[in-house]
């Protein structure tokens, strides 16, 4: 099971690479307020793997609070975006 | 039967952290940003619940049944595919709100055209000329944020 | 009145179209030219009450492929809600109307209790 969750994170980090070089070669702000939503779900795969490799019991906490106010970073880009219009 | 369910669990999470990493390369490919928001439902939609299910029997196997764990799972569940939608439509409507051009190649753009009025789709019957970037009409979708030029630069 | 058995079917019918879709990502990830066909077309609705809205908005939304980019409410009686709808993998855009219509009638179906009338007869189609 180790293995799974070592290749599951390698993956996970490859996804956030690839984000990362697309947030450099973009030009506009949209596809990047996108592309920070994907890293911030990669991320919290990482933070559930790595939480059950180390066996802490509190992973399905971590990724319930993280779903529920995930949305909060994506509105808070798109009010940037719009410049404080709805 | 361990056995089938570690299967299980490493079948979710992998495919799972493959999900996301499909929408990172389709984000790559993609040409403007709506595309871009467009391929990000895989990961949301079914990359993470995955995650979830996979978490759950996980924790089920190690600890045994847990009411608490079962609520917060389907909550987690739910609210990943509710919450994810009602963002993008937000950020969707804020790209073109601010102006980010549009994939050339988008037609018909019923946005920038009406019905019978696109030159691209519906013929030259059309008097509008055709632009590099074609921006939404946003007479359609509200108030055009003041600031700098929308089209570009 | 809303059908609780039918709105479980339209849920699961949901998880179907989601495996679909991802299903079309992931097979235009390996087309040489997978991403390079998008369009908005025009969606005048027949949902009417914002709850009905909202959920064919979101389902539009969750699935991949298609997405909306643009909400026109209704400020009149022949002016029905419209939805402005960002398609990427479809071959036409009656086609992509089409389905569009299949899942709005689904969701009615599931909510109001009988289905709604064809779009076809409510809104016409001035051209082929």
Redesign the interface.
Known sequence: MTFVFWTAIAIFAVAIGVGLVRVASAKDLGSRAIIGDLVYFAAIGILTMIAMLTDISIMLDVIFLSSLLGILATIALARILTRGHR | MTTAI?VF??FC??S?????????????????????????????????PL??VG??V??LQ??GFSLY?LF??L??FA????????????????????G????R???????AY???EDPH?DGPAAMHEPDEAQV?DEA????E???DDPAGN | MVNPLRLIGYFLWMGKEIVTGTVDVIVALFTPRGYSSPMIVQLPLRCTTDLEITMFASSITITPGTLVAAIAASDGADDPPTLFVHVLFAGSEDEAMTDLYDMERRLLTAMRGKPPRPALEVFGRDEA
């Open positions: 570690d669990i490493a999470v992998l799972g952290s493959l999900l996301v990493l499909t929408s990172a390369l389709a984000m790559f490919r993609a040409k403007d940003a709506l595309s871009r928001i467009n391929v990000f439902s895989p990961a949301t939609g079914l990359g993470m995650v979830i978490c759950y996980y924790l190690r600890e764990h917060i799972g909550v987690g609210s990943l595919i509710i919450v994810s939608s009602i963002a993008s439509n937000t950020l969707s409507r804020a790209t073109l709100l601010s980010s051009p549009v994939h190649y988008t037609r018909p753009n019923r946005l009406a019905r019978g789709v939404g359609q979708v509200g108030d944020p003041r600031g």
